[in-house]
């Protein structure tokens, strides 16, 4: 599959949910377009984009223009903000190439305005609490919901009288939707998806059990059957209305009276990553997926993670040296890809299942260098170790699986102006191998470096020294980046260079035990810094360019 995702404004935290989803689809990449820089979504994309901001003239040319570049086929919008102009622009996206995730302006005219909404609800029969009038001899407690507004922004307690000034009453009345406080309730969020074709998906319905400035922090799944009437209705009257794209409602379960629609937000909620935790991706049924129902319960909880990111000295990194295997490009898949090849050689000797499962658990158990005597010792049969080998050695995957954003980050670091080159370890003739199964990987590349064909693999320091020689730089000027910490780390840092990113990727082989290379080596320990990409390092050294600059 491959597929390249607009999230328009989705630099801040509400646009991380919709990234997760979109990188759980294989072979996707998601452009994150937004007015600001240095913001949380670098961190996260596969690229990010600067844009004009919304209500600039230059904004709709400069997305349809985004959209032909990057070969963008879905823009989804990350806040409500966008909507509006996202819904007038979508035609013109569409002959660009990229279909727009939003509903039709007349049902945004109703969804954005809780006045306009609860109006239409309540004349289609459709749950929702009765809207009060707004006077000093109202029947009070009342709590206000900005007509505009969403999440828990600018809303209102009114408890007694003396809470409203007379002067407040005509203002307050044009600018919020008034109900009656309720003592006790449950609030119920519901995130689906209105594809293309006008399907809706399967719901995901969880429980706010602690929320942060009007947004769930930690959630949990529910399952509460009697609120699927009211559910089944007003999914309905989206869909009779031309709804499309990615959806949160609230719900409000009250004891004894019911339920009610508390609000409809036409985006997706800032906590909907929930249901990709469940198993229901909503990005991928959007794109014409198949209906994935919520496979089991779970609670999510949203942090603040942590990403510590060096600022080197102006200038002092020149040039950008990379592993190849399990850094670039998915290791584990390419012996499981040659393997599956070798299985098909060996037709009568061994069941291609069997194989691969063996094969599965010979890498989970990092038996790489031993694999075919671990995978035969596993199957008991000894006859099969020198067919197996001969067939694992003839065969070579037609692709290797390059990491998505690595093209990217390689195109970004080379347009900064830094060299880029390649140091890997293990027969030159399969890295050759490799990278030509890579496409034009290879091409990013100022040098290329195979470590066996210079002294010795890493950590030794003769491999490290051919690169900086070939590159004409200076060891102190050199950053690595890989995910060995003894091969990459430690021998990159000890042969003088700058600094290492150590790639911690879900699936990888190798982890940092900090504490114990502090006991080894400190001052190699403290050039070393982690993260779970490559998406960090045109950030980390555009800081170093911009410091340069200044």
């Known amino acids: ?152 922004r600018e809303a209102m307690v009114l408890r007694t009288p003396a809470d409203l000034r007379s002067d407040d009453v005509e203002p307050l009345s044009s600018s919020h939707v008034w109900v009656s406080w309720l003592d006790s309730f449950d609030e119920l969020s519901i995130d689906f998806a209105v594809d293309f074709q006008g399907r809706a998906s399967p719901l995901t319905m969880r429980r706010r059990v602690r929320t942060s400035s009007g947004f769930a922090v930690v959630s949990d799944s529910d399952n509460d059957r ?35 629609v508390s609000d409809i937000n036409p985006r997706h909620g800032t906590s909907s990553a929930h249901a990709l935790a469940e198993g229901n991706n909503l990005v991928a049924f959007l794109l014409g997926g198949p209906a994935m129902h919520s496979l089991r319960p779970v609670r999510t909880v949203r942090s603040l993670a942590r990403q510590a990111i060096p600022l080197f000295e102006p200038g002092s990194i020149g040039g950008v040296v990379f592993d190849l295997d399990d850094t670039l490009i998915d290791h584990k898949r390419w012996i499981f890809d040659r393997m599956r090849l070798a299985g098909a050689r060996l037709e009568g000797r061994v069941e291609t299942q069997t194989l691969l499962l063996q094969t599965y658990i010979a890498l989970e158990q990092g038996e790489h260098a031993r694999l075919i005597d671990v995978i035969v010792d596993r199957l008991g049969d000894d006859s099969l170790h020198e067919h197996l080998l001969e067939a694992y050695r003839s065969v070579t995957p037609e692709t290797a699986h390059v990491f998505p954003e690595v093209a990217h980050v390689l195109r970004e670091l080379h347009a900064q102006g830094l060299k880029l080159a390649l140091l890997t370890d293990n027969p030159p003739t399969g890295q050759r191998a490799k990278l030509a199964a890579c496409g034009e990987l290879a091409k990013a590349f100022d040098l290329l470096v195979f470590s066996r064909e210079h002294g010795g693999e890493k950590p030794a ?81 555009r800081l170093a360019r911009i410091n340069k600059e200044k």
């Open 1 to 152: 599959m491959s597929l390249t995702v607009a999230l328009i404004a989705g630099g801040g935290f509400q646009g991380q949910g919709i990234i997760e989803a979109i990188h759980a689809m294989p072979g996707a990449r998601v452009v994150v377009v937004d007015s600001t820089c240095d913001a949380v979504g670098e961190l996260y994309a596969d690229r990010y984009v600067v844009a004009p901001a919304l209500d600039a003239v230059t904004f709709d040319e400069f997305l349809i223009d985004l959209v032909r570049t990057e070969g963008i086929s879905l823009v989804i919008p990350a806040t409500q903000r966008e909507l509006r102009r996202l819904a007038l622009l979508g035609p013109s996206l569409l002959e660009a190439g990229a279909r727009t995730a939003v509903c039709p302006s007349a049902l945004l005219d109703v969804l954005l305005d809780k006045r306009a909404l609860y109006s239409a609800l309540e004349e289609s029969g459709i749950a929702v609490q009765r809207r009060m009038d707004l006077r000093l001899d109202a029947a009070f407690p009342l709590f206000g919901r900005p007509r505009a507004g969403w999440g828990g």
């Open 226 to 260: 009697a609120a699927a009437p009211l559910l089944d209705q007003l999914v309905q009257w989206l869909l009779e209305r031309g709804a499309c794209g990615l959806f949160n409602v609230q719900i409000l379960r009250t004891p004894g009276a019911g339920y009610f």
């Open 461 to 541: 320091r003769a491999p490290f020294d051919a690169v900086a020689s070939g590159l004409g730089m200076s060891a102190g000027r050199l950053l690595m980046v890989g995910d060995n910490p003894a091969r990459d780390a430690l021998g990159s840092t000890q042969a003088g260079w700058r600094s290492c990113l150590l790639v911690d990727r879900p699936g990888g082989r190798y982890r940092l035990n900090r504490e114990l290379l502090d006991l080894v080596a400190p001052a190699a320990s403290a050039n070393i810094w982690i993260a779970a990409d490559l998406r960090v390092l045109p950030l980390a050294l």
